[in-house]
């Protein structure tokens, strides 16, 4: 008997242990690291005078860190997760959150592939908004662009992505507000569209976002007289790129984001607030060509304009400089080449010139104001 019941053990211990090899042969881990130097070519490097342009990642002087990225997926026939960790400076510009925590989830998700068509996500996801992402590994140029910055980063909800054909793609989603990744404070919401065209060369994206960020005012809650609440918020987004010869890439990025000007509450009752909505549009055009197997370049030409102060800050900071009608824009190139040491580990030198329509915004070199800033960048990321 106890020979017996030494057989049954043996033989449940193994079966566990092969369906353990097989649900671990579908676990992968995979991330980056990245690092760079950085400095001002026409205004200082060094104490409160340190510019940059204003916009994510990238941004500080001399030799400094970007982060490390983490990310362990499980994927099954039906069903797999992502959990995609971040830590260092980078990580902590890109996760937004409800409580102010320090939050390390970039990414935090799980699917099911309902069958060939059709996929549901649930969790917390990157933005499938804008051409760049939120990891170095998957940009070509390493500072981002300003649509990137003040587009969403990441988004927490339900979506579901629909195969219509083989080259035709439908996403429909529901989320909390932009970048709200742990709960949702507000009792608002966001709807999301994406319909895609995809091929072989390239494809292109067409993404609709509309919600209210920050919900209507209640008067059932104690209010602070002049209170406000932004009203709904909608934007549109185009993304494309496709390689049009063996050597050469285009791409190209454009969206309006736009914001009611919604509630105020002046201490006795809520009314809708005066003015125009505010916002932000640009476009963006991407040209990269390979010289050889290790080296390529690439050229990001952005024109980036705010309207009625959309991206004021409540310190009165804004990261164009703007008129008294809180009006302005900027035009920024980014010139970057790749060179692949091996094939998981890129050198990135980068020069940026960006240049604003209002006087002042930054200063140079005699400190006194200037409309230009450049500067140079050397990047190293290494992926796994």
Avoid at 64 to 87: H, P, R, S, W
Wanted: with cysteine; charged share 15%; net charge negative.
């Amino acid at each position: 008997m106890k020979k017996l019941q030494l057989l049954i053990v043996l033989l449940c211990l193994g079966s566990l242990t092969t369906v353990m090899a097989q649900d671990l042969s579908k676990v992968s881990i995979s991330g980056s690291v990245d690092a760079y130097y950085r400095a001002n070519l026409n205004a200082p490097n060094k104490g409160g005078f340190a510019q940059a342009p204003g916009t994510s990642f990238a941004n500080q002087p001399g030799f400094a860190l970007g982060m490390a990225n983490i990310i362990t997926a499980y994927e099954g026939e039906k069903v797999g997760f992502v959990a995609d960790l971040v830590f260092g400076p980078r990580g902590a510009d890109a996760v937004f959150n409800s409580t102010g925590s320090a939050n390390i989830v970039n990414q935090l998700y799980m699917y099911w592939n309902v069958n060939d068509a059709v996929t549901f996500t649930f969790g917390n996801f990157n933005t499938f908004l804008g051409y760049e992402v939120i990891s170095p590994a998957a940009n070509f140029n390493y500072s981002t662009s300003y649509m990137f910055s003040y587009g969403p980063f990441s988004h927490t909800g339900l979506k579901a992505d629909i195969a219509l054909n083989d080259n035709w793609s439908l996403m429909a989603a529901v989320m909390n507000p932009t970048d709200l990744t742990e709960f949702n404070p507000t009792g608002s919401y966001y709807g999301g569209l994406q319909l895609a065209y995809e091929n072989d060369m390239g494809g292109t994206w067409l993404n609709l976002l509309y919600g209210d960020q920050d919900g209507k005012l209640d008067e059932d809650f104690p209010l602070v007289p002049g209170q406000m609440s932004g009203g709904s918020t909608f934007q549109i987004d185009l993304t494309t790129g496709f390689d049009v010869s063996d050597v050469v890439y285009l791409g190209l990025n454009a969206t309006y984001n736009t914001t009611a000007a919604g509630e105020m509450y002046d201490g006795t009752s809520i009314s809708d607030a005066d003015g125009d909505g505010a916002g932000f549009y640009g476009v963006a055009g991407y040209v990269q060509a390979s010289t050889s197997d290790r080296f390529s370049i690439g050229l990001r030409g952005e024109y980036f304009n705010i309207f009625n102060d959309g991206l004021t800050g409540d310190d009165g900071w804004t990261p164009v400089g703007v008129d008294e009608n809180g009006d302005g824009n900027v035009f920024a190139v980014t010139l970057s080449g790749n060179y692949k040491i091996v094939e998981n580990f890129t050198l990135i030198p980068e020069v940026r010139l960006d240049s604003m329509s209002e006087e002042d915004y930054f200063v140079n070199n005699e400190l006194t104001g200037s409309k230009s800033l450049s500067s140079f960048l050397l990047a190293a990321v290494f992926s796994f």
